[in-house]
């Protein structure tokens, strides 16, 4: 059993040796593993729209599809596209819907802002009552138009489209009602017309278009002001869309329609845009009254820059791991090639140290009873008694003889006891 104690290595010295290492290499892959990529947050805030609103029924389904991923979505309810984009350049949101032509790319650039693809298109509605109806925007002049709130899309929008024909704000009365009560008083004939910006699945929309005295614009000139706005697309309401056997509409109408878009901050985690641009595709892939199978989401129709997570699933698909496994496992395994890029980079340079450590360690174990021996030779030389020095002599070559070093190291270990009894015999002749 004593052989098993001379090996060609210290098993003990080497683990001391590797440890400061091993501590390092650890604490980089912490630092790597919980800063450098840090854990997807689990609470997400979502900017949506108006009570009852495509944006706020939308919100809610995408509340539910990222819950089945242990993601809680809190939708922030607001008055329309530009209060959630005022939201995302103040940092109060994560996520938010946001029309096409709300931004331009440098100040979308300039704010941190990406786009996770266009959702689908809510065109511009505008109803009004029979009796007041026209046929040119020109001659809404004198009438009472509600725009909605300031904080929505379709106030600005609209002024765009009135600036294109001449008219100016102050050449009609405007009101700043939420859509809800601005359908009311239409309704109730206190207001000659109003704006929407929204989907066709908008329940306003659905009620407004089916409600007898009530006159949707056709916007006849809709390819001119695509060109003359290039956020804008120009899409036809199909006739009898509404209501196949009720005939309504009762002829195709030509519309103007921006675009919605999935807005972020470029600080979202790129998992949890992942998430989303899945969840999207989920919920817009689908046929609609103004689009195709497929054709949403989409990269295009947006002028904010497509984060770049969002980009690669549009033109290859869910990562890889995702489509076989959770989605926190799947994040997991890729957060874990953070680590082992950290450890790469570490191992290489250090295990250059751990040799020269271990020799050292070993060495130094041997070297250190050498000044003990220095101290009994400098004893000779100041006459100190011999018996007493003898004494210290023999403690120390009883201590070096239970020492155990690596066979390989063999020849330091009999040297020193060589040197003992070189010291010893000095000793001896000056007794």
């Known amino acids: 059993m004593k052989l098993l104690k001379f090996t060609q290595f210290s098993l003990r010295d080497l683990l001391v040796s590797v440890a400061p290492t091993v501590l390092l290499i650890a604490a980089a892959c912490a630092l ?83 786009s996770l693809g266009s959702l689908f298109t809510e065109p511009l509605w505008l109803f009004m009552r029979e009796k007041k109806a026209v046929t040119n925007l020109t001659k809404l002049k004198g009438l009472k138009i509600n725009l909605g709130p300031e904080g929505s899309g379709a106030p600005r929008l609209f002024r765009q489209v009135l600036q294109a024909n001449g008219v100016m704000p102050d050449e009609f009365t405007s009101s700043a009602l939420e859509n809800t009560p601005a359908t009311v008083e239409l309704l109730e004939g206190r207001i000659d017309a109003l704006v929407f910006a929204a989907a066709p699945d908008d329940p306003l929309i659905q009620m407004l278009l089916m409600t ?117 496992l799947a994040n997991l395994f890729d957060r874990l090639w953070v680590v082992l890029l950290a450890v790469g980079a570490l191992v290489l340079p250090l295990s250059r140290v751990v040799p020269p450590l271990y020799v050292w360690r070993i060495r ?56 003992i009894e070189f010291v010893r015999q000095r000793l001896r002749t000056n007794t």
């Open 212 to 328: 007898p005295g009530i006159k949707l614009f056709d916007f006849t000139q809709a390819e001119a002001y695509a060109r003359r706005l290039p956020f804008l697309s120009h899409v036809t309401l199909p006739r009898g869309i509404v209501d196949l056997g009720r005939d309504l509409p009762a002829r195709d109408y030509q519309l103007i329609a921006p675009t919605a878009t999935l807005v972020a901050r470029e600080d979202l985690h790129p998992s949890l845009v992942d998430l989303f641009v899945q969840a999207a595709s989920g919920i817009h892939s689908g046929a609609g009254w103004f689009q195709q199978q497929g054709q949403f989401p989409s990269p295009r129709y947006t002028e904010i820059p497509v984060a770049h997570e969002a980009a690669k699933f549009y033109k290859d698909g869910p990562p890889f791991l995702q489509r076989y496994m959770s989605f926190w």
């Open 32 to 114: 790597a593993f919980w800063i450098i990529d840090p854990t997807p947050p689990r609470v997400v805030n979502l900017s949506t729209g108006q009570e009852n609103s495509a944006y706020e029924n939308i919100g809610k389904r995408y509340q539910q599809a990222m819950a089945k991923h242990g993601i809680k979505v809190v939708l922030q309810p607001s008055q329309g596209s530009q209060e959630n984009l005022q939201r995302l350049n103040k940092g109060d949101t994560d996520i938010a819907f946001v029309q096409s032509g709300s931004t331009n790319e440098a100040e979308a650039e300039r704010r941190g802002l990406v």
């Open 364 to 419: 130094s174990r041997v070297y250190r009873w050498y000044g003990q021996l220095r101290l009994v030779e400098q004893g000779v030389d100041e006459g100190k008694p011999a018996d007493e020095l003898l004494r210290r002599l023999d403690q120390i070559e009883e201590r070096v003889n239970r020492m155990t070093v690596p066979l390989s190291f063999a020849d330091e270990f009999y040297g020193l006891r060589n040197h």
